[in-house]
T-cell receptor, first 111, second 115 residues
């Protein structure tokens, strides 16, 4: 399984944008980039995923570097509810769909 | 609400016992996954079923087994329980298996405490 590297923790202020980085230098051509988050006392929650192009949905945006060796999850206007552990995960398009979770980034939002 | 249900929510049992955790996937989802989350190991993939068939295995102990039934609900059986099996067990479901990538929807989890 290809590995991802994320900062252990980040802090931001409410109503400001947040950029969560992820490095995945060993990514293969068939790996999708997924982001999940886990709010306190809840199961993981799907945020967004992409392959090569940048992606937007109602929750966030995913910016993928041209060489695909890194990506950034963008929360455009953080709220207190966005405080969670964010996981960047690679999943092979051709293989089993299992998710291999790393340590993730613990995001703290200050009021 | 993800649409994935898990029962029971909490389970307290003694070492050496056997328990069964149950998961009902979202309507229409054919794949079910089981994950274990403990303080020291983090979130770990255990096993995946697709339409009743085992599809992938992760770090699942031999004391653990799972199955997916014709109505697509799944059960995770944990036997000869040890203190170290205390953890949160999550079930997730997704649409399918064919090429592409599908988001997984997680249930609220079952908290297992082995005393």
């Amino acid at each position: 399984d290809a590995k991802t590297t994320q900062p252990n923790s980040m802090e931001s202020n409410e109503e400001e944008p947040v950029h969560l980085p992820c490095n995945h230098s060993t990514i293969s051509g068939t790996d999708y980039i997924h982001w999940y988050r886990q709010l306190p006392s809840q199961g993981p929650e799907y945020v967004i995923h992409g392959l090569t192009s940048n992606v937007n949905n109602r929750m966030a945006s995913l910016a993928i570097a041209e060489d695909r060796k890194s990506s950034t999850l963008i929360l455009h206007r953080a709220t207190l509810r966005d405080a969670a552990v964010y996981y960047c995960i690679l999943s092979d398009i051709q293989g089993a769909q299992k998710l291999v979770f790393g340590q993730g980034t613990r995001l703290t939002i200050n009021p | 609400d993800s649409g994935v249900t898990q029962t029971p929510k909490h389970l307290i049992t003694a070492t050496g016992q056997r328990v069964t955790l149950r998961c009902s996937p979202r309507s229409g989802d054919l794949s079910v996954y089981w994950y274990q989350q403990s303080l020291d190991q983090g979130l770990q993939f255990l096993i995946q079923y697709y339409n009743g068939e085992e599809r992938a295995k992760g770090n699942i102990l031999e004391r653990f087994s799972a199955q997916q039934f014709p109505d697509l609900h799944s059960e995770l059986n944990l036997s000869s329980l040890e203190l170290g099996d205390s953890a949160l067990y999550f079930c997730a479901s997704s649409v399918g298996l064919s090429s592409g990538s599908y988001e997984q929807y997680f249930g609220p989890g079952t908290r297992l405490t082995v005393t």
